[in-house]
Each structure stands twice: as structure tokens, then as C-alpha cells.
């Protein structure tokens, strides 16, 4: 994705250029201003990023797309919401809903599968505006499970931002929430993280929330993942179905998974990780 102001400021284009580029089929109009380059099969973090330049330079993926990106709902990033800089409001354009934020500081902003997103604690605070408190407490849940969530930057954004219809919220379910100990690792995934500590591959981070599902193992810059499975948490029906669920969605925003299974971590190591090697490289 790229804006006409990217065009134009970074790589010099003049506005004939870019349309003998449209009419070329290199660049593919999907909202004003933005292109698509070389295709129009965007993946939902494709759409994240148009919706983004579309709002303009400054501007954030927000609210319900933020929770979705973060992995703190199990919701769709459409409509996708788009917190812009300064008092002035753009009008909605569907899919597009703006909201305009003058506080907005760099401990707000964060980027994450390389889209501009509100940061953990700021996707809280507007979360709190919009979300009635057992969902909050919910998302808090999640967020806590996540090493970028600092109880006391989300202190420090409702405290700074004491104008925002979330700050009284979420300093409630904050108050109210007891954090409970991060969840530790099954034996088998400890055992994987073991295999992989002691060969030259590179580690992954655990517990990842990406898309809004959780893995066990992923290498965010890779969009590559492991599923840890045991036939006594994974060997009934239900599990079986919703697993391949799982694979599928994720295959289709282009994130790869396999499953790992602990027979395969016990009995064979060395080929577990050679092919471990090759799909990282294939990923790479």
C-alpha cells in the first residue's frame, strides 16, 4: 500500500508518473489517494493499512481494529476505525470510521505487524469507551498475558487523557482487575523451547495473540507459527475441528502453522528441527 503524498515526497513521482503508473496496472486506486501496488488482493492487514494512509500522515488503526490486531477481541477489523491527529474530523467513509485525538503522544502510537497502530494502553482506553465492563475485564485479561501490557502505562494514558469517556472506565477495571500469574508453558512447549534454545535457530516469541488467536510459538517478522498439541488436550472432536478452523483463517491473512505434536518432540528431534529450519527459511 502507498499514499499519492509517499508517491510524490519519497520517490519524486509527479502526478503524470503515477497516473501512466495506474494506467501501466502497477498501482491500483482504492481510496482516494491510497494505491494498492501491483494487485487488489489485500489481506485484511492490506485494508488496515489503506484505511490508515487514507485518513492521512499521523494516523493510527483504532478501537475495534486495534483490538483485533492486538489480539484483545475475537472481532473483525471492519469497519476499520482510524484516530487521526488535531480537533478537526474527516467524515466516515465506509469501510472507514475516523476519530480525531489531540493528545496523541509517541507512548500512544506503536507498530505492529508493520501497520501504525494505537499503542496496548491507548487500545485500552478507547476500548473503555465502547465496551461494557465483563468484556473490558476481558481484554485485560489478554492484554496482561502479552509482555508489551505495563499496568502502569495504562495508568499513565487515563491519567493524561483524563478528557476521554474511557479514562474513568478503565481505571475502574483496572482497580477492580487482580492480575493473575502469566501462564507457564506445558512441559511440551518448555521441551520445544529447550530444542530450539540448543540449535541455531531463532526464537520465537510464546503465547503470541496475532489475528485474534493465540499461539503457542510464532516469529511475528515471519508470520510463521507452532502449534504444541497433545492427544490429551487435542484428541477429541470438537478440538480437531476447531484447530483446522484455526489453520484455515489464519492461512487466509497469510499466516503459516504447523503442528507439532510431543511424540514428534521426543522421539524425533533432529528431524523436527531440520524441518523446522526449512520452513523458517522458505518463511524468510
Known amino acids: 500500500m502507498v499514499s499519492i503524498r509517499q508517491l510524490e515526497t519519497v520517490l519524486g513521482y509527479s502526478r503524470a508518473t503515477v497516473q501512466r503508473e495506474v494506467e501501466a496496472g502497477r498501482l491500483h486506486l482504492v481510496d482516494h489517494g491510497v494505491y494498492a501496488v501491483g494487485h487488489t488482493e489485500l489481506s485484511l492487514q492490506g485494508q488496515c493499512v489503506a484505511a490508515v494512509l487514507a485518513v492521512g500522515p499521523g494516523s493510527l488503526l483504532s478501537y475495534w481494529s486495534a483490538a483485533w490486531l492486538w489480539g484483545l ?102 482497580g477492580a482487575h487482580r492480575p493473575t500469574l502469566r501462564v507457564l508453558r506445558s512441559d511440551v512447549e518448555r521441551d520445544f523451547l529447550a530444542l530450539l534454545e540448543a540449535s541455531n535457530l531463532p526464537l520465537p516469541a510464546s503465547n503470541y495473540f496475532v489475528a485474534g488467536h493465540e499461539l503457542d510459538a510464532y516469529w511475528p517478522d515471519l508470520r510463521f507459527g507452532v502449534e504444541i498439541d497433545t492427544f490429551a488436550t487435542h484428541g477429541g472432536r470438537l478440538a480437531f475441528e476447531a484447530d483446522r478452523e484455526r489453520d484455515a483463517a489464519l492461512l487466509e491473512q497469510g499466516i503459516t502453522t504447523i503442528r507439532v505434536t510431543d511424540l514428534q518432540l521426543q522421539n524425533q528431534p533432529d528431524e523436527l528441527l531440520r524441518r523446522l529450519a526449512l520452513l523458517l527459511a522458505r518463511a524468510r
Open 73 to 174: 477481541l475475537d472481532t473483525s477489523p471492519r469497519p476499520f476505525h482510524v484516530t487521526g491527529p488535531g480537533p478537526r474530523r474527516l467524515r466516515d467513509r465506509p469501510p472507514v470510521r475516523v476519530h480525531r485525538a489531540r493528545n496523541l503522544v509517541a507512548a500512544d502510537r506503536a507498530l505492529r505487524e508493520r501497520i501504525p497502530v494505537t499503542s496496548l494502553a491507548r487500545t485500552l482506553l478507547d476500548l473503555a469507551e465502547v465496551l461494557k465492563p465483563k468484556r473490558l475485564s476481558k481484554a485485560l485479561e489478554r492484554a496482561e498475558r502479552m509482555e508489551e501490557f505495563d499496568g502502569r502505562e495504562v495508568r499513565a494514558v487515563c491519567l493524561r487523557s483524563r478528557a476521554h469517556r474511557g479514562s474513568k472506565p478503565l481505571l475502574a477495571a483496572l
